[in-house]
Every structure is written in C-alpha cells, then in structure tokens.
C-alpha cells in the first residue's frame, strides 16, 4: 500500500499502484492498468501545456462517468486547474460555472457537452476528448499554443476548482490544493485499510468531491482497482458487483433506497464480497442504516465530508471498531470542535456549530471575502452544521444552522423528525423543514415517500408518541419523489419550494 503520511500531489498518489495491476475497469468495456494509467497523465499533461494550459489556468470538463473523465481530471489538474461539471446542467448553468471559473479551455466529447460548447467564448480552447477500445484516451484541440516540457505540479498548486451547492446563496469557489486532496486520500485509505486487495465499485458522479476522492483517488493511493458503470443501475448493481469481485462502494442514502426497495428483503448475490459500505454526503437515518445490514449482511459505516475539506471529516469505524448509528463517528486526520455563536469552543456535549482544522482544509473561498470573514475563525472552518461532540470524540450532526426550525423560539432540528418518521414501517424516505407561521414564526412540516400503505393522520399521530408536542409536525405531504440535488443531497429549502410551492422560513 503507498505510503500515506507524505502529502504530495495527485500524480504522487498514482505512483503506489503495480504497474500490470487494473487500475480503472469499465463494465463490458476496456481496462486501464496502473502503467499505462501514468502514461497516459503524463502524456496528456504534456499536450495540454503544448496547447497553451499553463499552471493555475481553469479548464472546465463536461464528460460522463468513464475513463476519458478520469484520465482527463488527473491530466488537467497535473497540467493547470481542474474544473469538471455536471454534463446535465442546463445552458445557463454553464454560462455561469464557465464564466465564474474563469476557464480558460473546456473539455468535451462529440457526444457530451453541446450545450457548454454553445455558451463557451470564442477565446476558450475546444478540447475533445475520446478513448479506444483498449482504454487510450486522445485529446483532439488547437496545437501551437504553448510550449510542451515535463510536467511537475507542487503541492500548493491549486489542482481543483469546484462550487459549494449554495443551499442560501450563490455557490462559492472552493479551490483545492494538490496537498489538500492528498491528505484527504490518505485519510480514507487509512480509515478503511484500503489495499491493492480492494475493488472499489464508483456508484457517485466524477464531477463532485465524494465520486473524485472517496471512490476514486483513495483506489489509486491504495493501488486497488476501480470499476466504472456509466450510472448507477439499481437492476444491474448487484450483477456488477459480483462480477468485478467488488470488496466496498461509497454512495448516498437515496441509493441505498433504490437498492433496499429492489431487494425486497433479500440478500443480493454478491453482496457477500463486500467488506463494508460506506454512506457519506447526506444524512443516514438509523433505520436505513439497520435496514442495509439485515439485508445485505455488510457493515455500513457513515462518514462526513464536505468540499471545503476535500471531503472526508470524520467516518465511523469498520468492524471490530465502535459504529455508532445516527452519528458521523471521530475525525480521521481533522481536529474537529463545537463553537458558538460568538466563537467560543464548547465542552463535549454541547451543542453548537461543527468547526474543524486540518491541512486538507481549504485556506480560503476564492474571491469572497465577506464569506472567508465569516467562515474562517482562528485556524478554525465553520462548518454551518449543528452537531455535538460527545466525551469520546463522536460527533452527531443535527442538521444544517439555517435549516434549523425555529417555532416560537424552540429551535427544532429537522433531522430529529426525519429519523422518527423513518422508524414508520410504511416510510421509505422523509424530510422535514419549516415553513412561515403568523402565530409561531415556524412551523415543521415533512413529506415522504411511502412504501406501503399509510395516512398523513396515521404519520401525524405516530410522530406524537416520539416526539414532544411543539416537534410534530402540522402537515406531512406524501409525495411519490422527494427532490434531490445531482449528488443526492437533500437541500430543505428547495424541497420546501417544490412541494409547497414557497420558500421555507
């Protein structure tokens, strides 16, 4: 296994993998080695310096889930700045990633990427990307424009570029650093003692931090192999599974969802591989969580992350570690505290704001000092999450600060609703939010999806025997979908709009 206490730089952390040993596999399609992975970069990070990219230059990338992403990525950040986005956003979120990153080239397939080329400046660089049957991945664009030499990024170089979800406000540029991402991978491989054993299954977009760090750089620091479906196929999951030898996969609970509603009870064959699952990036209730192992008989362990650390914070532990259900366990590699509002830390078991330090922390939101002002403290990054941290180090999160409920002054945490909601056998998922109240300020109010056959006066009436009175909530919307994010993020305030048809308070 490489050695993951020396942070570097993401073509460091390609170095540990053995040179015929498959490093990326594509389901029905071509496999890439670790020898001909490092080639590849390298080769790549020269052309794009030969076609004018220089250190610190934005290069956007459009591409779905598949090796040219990936090949591409490591290419882009060893040669300039990274800047992938989702190839779905509609052309006005283009224009505005595009413009807001400053790129400089974007990156594109002939069949992916219209709707960005359509908005890109004439001055930006048209860069196509293809691979051949055999995993070779070919940059097609203007030659001539710079000057081709080896390639040789340094720690501090800004390697990625990616934009907070902006659940209150415009999105933030969080650039981070080839040293920020190498800590953080070193963090996931020592959490779960990833080794050249493992197959790593990518279930998460390669345009977002969990896919990119998680799924995908903490393989290739371990030496292991990942395969690469095109999507995440809840009728084709377990087949992939069991054909690659999968040994664990990173996703969110709305996958785990799709997964538990297709098993119906049953053990998947090839579930039997599986070390461990980890869920990171949105809340997982307990009952899920209990739900997945009594059917598919693998430990799952919830980890926390957020861009602004490159991801991973704090994970639980893999057996015969202590796993905690409803709480994100201790920090791997980041000191983690609880503030106030004033700035204060607080003594375990109190509640307040998670605040954490570490160097795979960003140093600051590019361009937005009003934002670093507010979020950087002393060394320290507010989070934005409520949690509480208990005597041994575990944190449990309560929700979002401003996503909190505040009804007449009792500040209600909505996660708090949607656990108990979920204990309902006839629930499959549940969020619960606020919404105004000329009497109380705030309301809660939830909706969920059912999987079997109940009232809102049956969910109301439940939730009364858990919860104290001013908790309940005064309305529950049974929907057939509760919208997500790309990522699967559940952001309240655009559920509440949706389903509501008005902002949460």
Known sequence: MAD??????????LDGGSPSHPAIVVPDGPVVTYDSLRRQVRDLAVQLRGMGIERG????????????????????????????????????????????TKAKAL??????????????????????????????VTLTGPTGGGQAGEVTPEPEDIALVLHTSGTTSRPKRVPLAHRNLAVSVGNVVDTYALSAKDVSL????????????????????????LVVPPRFNPMGFWPIVEAHGATWFSAVPTMFNALLTRARGEKAQGAQNLRFIRSCSASLSPATLEQMES??????????????????????????????PGSVGRGTGVKIGIMDEHGALQAPGTTGEVVISGPN??????SNPEANASSFVEG?????????????????????????????????????????????????????????SAAHGEEPVAAVVLKSEATERDLIAYCREKLAAFKVPRTIHIVDTIPRTATGKVQRRIVAEVITGSPSA
Not at 209 to 223: D, E, K, P, Q, R
Not at 299 to 324: C, D, F, I, K, W
Not at 384 to 404: A, H, I, N, S
Request: a negative charge; glycine letters at 8%.
């Open 361 to 366: 922390v960003i140093k600051g939101y590019e």
């Open 107 to 136: 990156i594109t397939s002939d069949q992916v990427g219209e709707e960005a080329r359509n908005v890109a400046s004439d001055s930006m660089l048209d860069i196509r990307a293809s691979v051949d049957q055999a995993g070779r």
């Open 380 to 436: 320290w990054f507010r989070t934005g999450d409520q949690g509480v941290l208990d005597e041994d180090g575990v944190l449990t999160l309560q929700g979002r600060l401003k996503e909190l409920i505040n009804r007449s002054g009792e500040k209600i945490s909505p996660v708090e609703i949607d656990e108990v909601l979920m204990q309902h056998p006839a629930v499959a998922e549940a969020v619960a939010f606020g919404v105004p």
């Open 202 to 225: 990518c279930v998460m977009p390669l345009f977002h931090i969990h896919g990119l760090v998680a799924s995908t750089l903490s393989t290739f620091h371990s030496g292991g192999t």
């Open 4 to 13: 993951n206490t020396a942070p570097g730089t993401l073509l460091d952390l």
């Open 295 to 324: 059917t598919f008989g693998v430990p799952v362990v919830e980890a926390y992350g957020m861009t602004e650390a490159a991801h991973q914070m704090a994970s639980n532990a893999l057996p015969p570690g202590e796993r905690r």
């Open 57 to 100: 230059d934005r290069v956007a990338i459009v591409l779905p889930s598949s090796i040219e992403v990936i090949i591409s990525f490591l290419a882009v950040a060893a040669a300039g700045t990274a800047a992938p986005l989702n190839p779905a956003y509609k052309a006005a979120e283009f224009e505005f990633y595009i413009e807001d």
